[in-house]
């Protein structure tokens, strides 16, 4: 595997997908799963020519579906010129080799999938050590299935000094160096910007959170009016930005974070440590939703539990419901029995129920696009920043 993109650089690569749904998943998570790993492959530049689902309890150990299926996709592959087959669960080592034998076409896990993103979004050095990392981290363990082709070296007469050593190993020895220098380099960067936060002086500090392509680039540049890139595909921001915001009289720092996302392989959480330091070192976190998305609430869920592995403290948090321009109330007929989806709530009702749901958390609703309610947002930031800053600076309190 080499550090390259999984898919071609401004080559479009026909792809199909493959998922298992468990007995947890129903058939609308599904769905939604599946729609998240093709805007995935659309991301790294693939185009998704059909999809395979299957219903197990788990994975098959062997080929992750069943005997059964892995043969029908491999009859569509052959008939479909097909080049690319992309699994929505993280493939272990010895699956990836049985399924590379049956199918012959290469083969993507969600992982690398998500590693191979995060590669061509990496702009800064911080960033693209922080990616080359985990690439090296998750290629290590599956050394076995890049030189299944090679043979053990034998020595010939006179060169039997014993076992010998095989390509893969020195493969391996060669990864295990090279992640032992990205990890030193990544802490010396680390230092470095544990010394610009330390220098950011008597500021609050805000961090932006949630679940990837929710609009918080957006809504970092309306803040700060400043220019941070933002795009309609996931992972559009990688390195952490900080920007100061002033309301009012009231400044204080804010950062954009990089997006949370379903199954986020622990390589990247691992190794997206300064990223992640903004959210531990911040005294605020606004969590940014999309509602229009109709798996806004599974995201809110999502992110919350990546929270809880990196961050233990309790802190403050603001709930944006972002997009309200986007959101589209279905409203059910009568007779329709089915269970409610989030979209069959108004935007009033749904305000309610998360009202309620989030207790003391502050929520606001919101179009960063169009502007909707900024002066809400605004006035809610600066309340809840100046009761930090007095709390935290106290001889202060006279300048607010």
């Not at 959480?269 to 911040?282: A, G, P």
Request: with cysteine; proline share 3%; net charge negative.
């Amino acid at each position: 595997m080499s550090q390259g993109h999984v898919l071609v650089d401004d080559v479009e690569e026909i792809c199909i997908l493959i998922s298992v749904i468990t007995q947890e998943v129903t058939e609308v998570q599904a769905t939604e799963y599946l729609d998240e790993l093709e805007f995935l492959a659309e991301t790294a530049g693939g185009v998704t020519k059909h999809r395979f689902t299957q219903k197990l309890p788990k994975p098959n150990p062997k080929t992750y579906v069943g005997t059964g299926k892995i043969e029908e996709i491999r009859m569509y592959i052959n008939a479909n010129d097909i080049e690319v087959a992309i699994f929505d669960d993280e493939l272990s080592p010895s699956q990836l080799r049985n399924i590379e034998k049956i199918l012959e076409i290469k083969i993507v896990d969600r992982n690398i999938l998500i590693l191979d993103i995060f590669a061509s979004r990496a702009r800064t050095a911080n960033a693209k050590t922080q990616v080359e990392l985990a690439q090296m981290q998750y290629m290590l363990p599956r050394l076995t299935r890049l030189w299944t082709h090679l043979d053990r070296e034998k020595g010939g007469i006179g060169m039997r000094s014993g076992a010998g050593e095989t390509q893969i190993e020195v493969d391996r020895r060669l990864i295990q160096d090279k992640i032992s220098a990205l990890q030193k380099k990544l802490k010396s960067i680390d230092k470095q910007k544990a010394v610009q936060r330390g220098n950011r002086g008597q500021l609050v500090r805000v961090a932006l959170v949630g679940y990837t392509n929710v609009g918080k680039s957006t809504i970092m540049n309306m803040l700060s009016k400043s220019d941070v890139f933002a795009e309609n595909k996931l992972f559009a921001t990688l390195d952490t930005t900080v920007r100061k915001v002033v309301i009012e009289n009231l400044p204080f720092l804010l950062a954009d974070t990089v997006g949370f996302i379903r199954k986020l392989p622990h390589q990247l959480v691992d190794s997206f440590k300064s990223t992640l330091d903004e959210v531990r070192e911040s005294h605020m976190l606004v969590h940014v939703l999309d509602i229009a998305h109709p798996s806004f609430q599974d995201h809110y869920n999502v992110v919350c539990e990546t929270l809880a592995e990196i961050d233990k403290v309790d802190k403050p948090v603001i709930v944006i419901f972002n997009k309200i321009d986007a959101y589209k109330y279905v409203e059910k007929e009568e007779d329709d029995l089915t269970p409610m989806e989030p979209f069959n709530y108004s935007l009033e009702d749904l305000k309610k129920t998360w009202m309620a749901k989030l207790n003391n958390t502050k929520c606001v609703f919101i179009s960063a696009t169009n502007k909707d309610n900024i002066e809400e947002l605004k006035a809610l930031l600066y309340k809840e920043v100046k009761l930090i800053f007095q709390e935290r600076y106290p001889y202060h309190n006279f300048l607010y």
